[in-house]
């Protein structure tokens, strides 16, 4: 789907993933879940590109279901998959602690999971080899993608930011629709290491210049920073 030009995105509001085109090829954030795989071929199609044309994928985090098809483009296609030093263990397999569920409603839950599992989500490959980014790191991708970190929903949790599209990728730093109780609107999302300080980092996003929010759970936001980040603490106080 193209969310506007050189901005596309792949998956739904249930599980999403992006590209971020230029004339210099396409950066990948986050990789969704494995059927995705499907989807991102059918978008290159639509944008005339190949796989050849991906430079690079930016995880926002180390969680399985933004891994997706992050390993085979590394292994069968060569492409870098970046990632913040402190969530590289994470996405290579390595231990998430246990998180409290919170509300939830049958339906939604079961929806997620009935998607994740058409999407291959049991099948997700860990990560072998990445390359370990840093907070403030500018990296040398289409759009000139620059990691703000976030900790919070992990350790190394971050914001990719791309002046050149005006977004900023969030990946679970927040969500637009609880994968736990199908409410929509931006919000804090589940499965949260360390709530109070996912909450603390959203400092950091309200003073970005950009127009787009783009979650890896929920609707695009379009609009200020600061009134999305508003919106997730009223959410968090409700």
Request: hydrophobic residues 45%; without cysteine.
């Given at each position: 789907m193209?969310?506007?030009?050189?901005?596309?995105r792949?998956?739904?509001?249930?599980?999403?993933?992006?590209?971020?085109e230029t004339?210099?090829?396409?950066?990948?954030?986050?990789?969704?879940?494995?059927?995705?795989?499907h989807?991102?071929?059918?978008?290159?199609?639509?944008?005339?590109?190949?796989?050849?044309?991906i430079?690079?994928?930016?995880l926002t985090h180390?969680?399985?279901?933004?891994?997706?098809?992050a390993?085979?483009?590394?292994?069968?296609?060569g492409?870098?998959v970046?990632?913040?030093?402190?969530?590289?263990?994470?996405?290579k397999g390595?231990?998430?602690p246990?998180?409290?569920?919170?509300?939830?409603?049958?339906?939604?839950?079961?929806g997620?999971?009935?998607?994740?599992?058409r999407?291959?989500?049991a099948?997700?490959?860990?990560?072998?080899?990445?390359?370990?980014?840093?907070?403030?790191q500018?990296?040398?991708?289409?759009g000139?993608?620059?990691?703000?970190?976030?900790?919070?929903?992990?350790?190394?949790?971050?914001?990719?930011?791309?002046?050149a599209?005006?977004?900023?990728?969030?990946?679970?730093?927040?969500?637009?629709?609880?994968?736990?109780?199908g409410?929509v609107?931006?919000?804090?999302a589940?499965?949260?290491?360390?709530?109070?300080?996912?909450?603390?980092?959203?400092?950091?996003l309200a003073?970005?210049?950009?127009e787009w929010?783009l979650?890896?759970h929920?609707?695009?936001?379009?609009?200020r920073?600061?009134?999305?980040?508003?919106?997730?603490r009223?959410?968090?106080?409700a």
């Amino acid at each position: 789907m193209r969310l506007a030009p050189q901005l596309h995105r792949i998956g739904n509001d249930i599980v999403a993933a992006y590209l971020v085109e230029t004339t210099d090829g396409i950066t990948v954030i986050d990789a969704g879940l494995p059927g995705h795989w499907h989807d991102l071929l059918r978008e290159l199609r639509a944008m005339g590109r190949e796989l050849s044309d991906i430079r690079g994928v930016i995880l926002t985090h180390g969680d399985s279901d933004h891994l997706g098809f992050a390993e085979r483009l590394r292994s069968e296609h060569g492409v870098p998959v970046y990632i913040h030093a402190a969530d590289a263990e994470r996405a290579k397999g390595g231990p998430k602690p246990p998180t409290p569920m919170g509300r939830k409603r049958l339906g939604a839950l079961v929806g997620f999971f009935a998607y994740a599992a058409r999407k291959g989500g049991a099948r997700t490959r860990h990560l072998t080899e990445v390359v370990e980014v840093t907070d403030g790191q500018v990296l040398l991708l289409p759009g000139e993608p620059q990691i703000v970190a976030l900790p919070g929903h992990s350790p190394g949790s971050v914001a990719v930011f791309v002046p050149a599209v005006r977004a900023a990728f969030v990946g679970d730093a927040l969500t637009t629709r609880s994968v736990l109780t199908g409410e929509v609107g931006p919000q804090p999302a589940p499965f949260t290491d360390e709530p109070a300080e996912a909450l603390a980092s959203l400092d950091r996003l309200a003073r970005l210049d950009v127009e787009w929010i783009l979650p890896g759970h929920g609707a695009p936001w379009r609009g200020r920073p600061a009134d999305a980040v508003a919106a997730v603490r009223a959410a968090a106080s409700a």
